[in-house]
C-alpha cells in the first residue's frame, strides 16, 4: 500500500483544516487507518484510527470531540477533520495502514506509512 498525505498548512488558533490520505496497490477497505503526528522535540503520537467493516473509531484524548477521522472505500481515501485547532496541534502528520485490528494506538501495528503532512497553528 502506498498512501500519500495531503492537506498541511498554516491555520490561525481556532481554525479548521481537512487532512486527506490516499491509499494504492492494495485492498484499502481492509485496512485499519491512523493518523500520528510528530511535534518537534517529541516522539511520534497517536492521534485517531478508523477500522474497516465496523468504521469504529478511536481517538487521542487531546483531540477528542475536536477532530473526525473519516474513510470513503471507494475512493481510497482516509480524512482527519480537524476543528478548533490549537497551537499544541502543530505537528507533521502521518498516515497509516494496518491489518490489527487490537491495540490501534501503537505505532508497531501499522504496515504502510505515508510521507507526512505539516500543519502549523499560529497562536
Known amino acids: 500500500v502506498q498512501l500519500q498525505a495531503s492537506g498541511g498548512g498554516l491555520v490561525r488558533a481556532g481554525g479548521s483544516l481537512r487532512l486527506s490520505c490516499a491509499a494504492s496497490g492494495r485492498t484499502f477497505s481492509r485496512y485499519v487507518m491512523g493518523w500520528f503526528r510528530r511535534a518537534p522535540g517529541k516522539e511520534r503520537e497517536f492521534v485517531a484510527a478508523?477500522?474497516?467493516?465496523?468504521?469504529?473509531?478511536l481517538y487521542a484524548d487531546s483531540v477528542k470531540g475536536r477532530f473526525t477521522i473519516s474513510r470513503d472505500d471507494a475512493k481510497d481515501t482516509v480524512y482527519l477533520q480537524m476543528n478548533t485547532l490549537k497551537p499544541e496541534d502543530t505537528a507533521v502528520y502521518y498516515c497509516?495502514?494496518?491489518?490489527?485490528?487490537?491495540?490501534?494506538?501503537?505505532?508497531?501495528?501499522?504496515?504502510?506509512w505515508g510521507q507526512g503532512t505539516q500543519v502549523t497553528v499560529s497562536s
Open positions: 497509516a495502514a494496518g491489518r490489527t485490528v487490537d491495540q490501534v494506538t501503537i505505532t508497531g501495528n501499522y504496515d504502510y
Open positions: 478508523i477500522t474497516w467493516i465496523t468504521r469504529s473509531t
